[in-house]
């Protein structure tokens, strides 16, 4: 089974520091979709791993996060692709939880989920913790410049083996490229 693991905020769509707390404030970055939609041509499973303090802070609630992913799924269907799962870690960025980047819980449950051994899957996000997170179960990590990817790149102590890419349309080109 191929999979793709992604970053939802900066990487397929824009992100703010104010949190993306509408279905209004998702828009996705030029050519994300696109990008996607290859993925699923080339026969793989496209999963998003997403920390969303936003529910545990208050600032929205589940039933708004479910609107958002909506908005997400209707936008990837009219460009012809899909995300086959989204997990979350709806809490706050001091809870004591497993799920939230850069801790690997998310991994762990597509893990137990896909029956997948993870080493090696391309895991794309525009954040250290994203790619911390993902490097811990032996993914691949790719850091796009889009979101906070460009200062992610100049904070540095990225996890060994990291690739870089402008965005998630050049990463999945790097992908598709060597599949």
Same mark, same amino acid.
């Given at each position: 089974?191929?999979?793709?693991?992604?970053?939802?905020?900066?990487?397929?769509?824009?992100?703010?520091?104010?949190?993306?707390?509408?279905?209004?404030?998702?828009?996705?970055?030029?050519?994300?979709?696109?990008?996607?939609?290859?993925?699923?041509?080339?026969?793989?499973?496209?999963?998003?791993?997403?920390?969303?303090? %936003? @529910?545990?802070?208050?600032?929205?609630?589940?039933?708004? =996060?479910? +609107?958002?992913?909506?908005?997400?799924?209707?936008? *990837?269907?009219?460009?012809?692709?899909?995300?086959?799962?989204?997990?979350?870690?709806?809490?706050?960025?001091?809870?004591?939880?497993?799920?939230?980047?850069?801790?690997?819980?998310?991994?762990?449950?597509?893990?137990?989920?896909?029956?997948?051994?993870?080493? %090696? @899957?391309?895991?794309?996000?525009?954040?250290?913790?994203? =790619?911390? +997170?993902?490097?811990?179960?032996?993914?691949?990590? *790719?850091?796009?410049?889009?979101?906070?990817?460009?200062?992610?790149?100049?904070?540095?102590?990225?996890?060994?083996?990291?690739?870089?890419?402008?965005?998630?349309?050049?990463?999945?080109?790097?992908?598709?490229?060597?599949?």
């Amino acid at each position: 089974m191929k999979l793709v693991i992604l970053d939802r905020d900066g990487v397929i769509n824009f992100d703010s520091a104010q949190f993306i707390k509408s279905p209004a404030e998702w828009k996705p970055i030029p050519g994300s979709l696109e990008a996607i939609a290859r993925l699923n041509q080339a026969g793989y499973k496209v999963l998003v791993a997403t920390n969303q303090s %936003g @529910v545990g802070r208050g600032l929205f609630d589940m039933d708004t =996060l479910n +609107a958002i992913h909506e908005k997400m799924h209707k936008a *990837l269907f009219a460009a012809g692709g899909r995300v086959d799962a989204i997990f979350y870690c709806p809490h706050a960025a001091d809870s004591q939880c497993d799920c939230r980047k850069p801790k690997p819980g998310m991994f762990k449950r597509i893990a137990d989920c896909f029956n997948a051994d993870l080493k %090696g @899957v391309p895991c794309v996000g525009d954040s250290l913790r994203d =790619l911390q +997170a993902g490097a811990a179960m032996g993914c691949l990590p *790719l850091l796009v410049h889009t979101g906070k990817g460009e200062r992610t790149r100049e904070e540095g102590g990225l996890p060994e083996g990291t690739l870089e890419f402008a965005d998630l349309a050049a990463a999945v080109d790097f992908i598709l490229g060597r599949s």
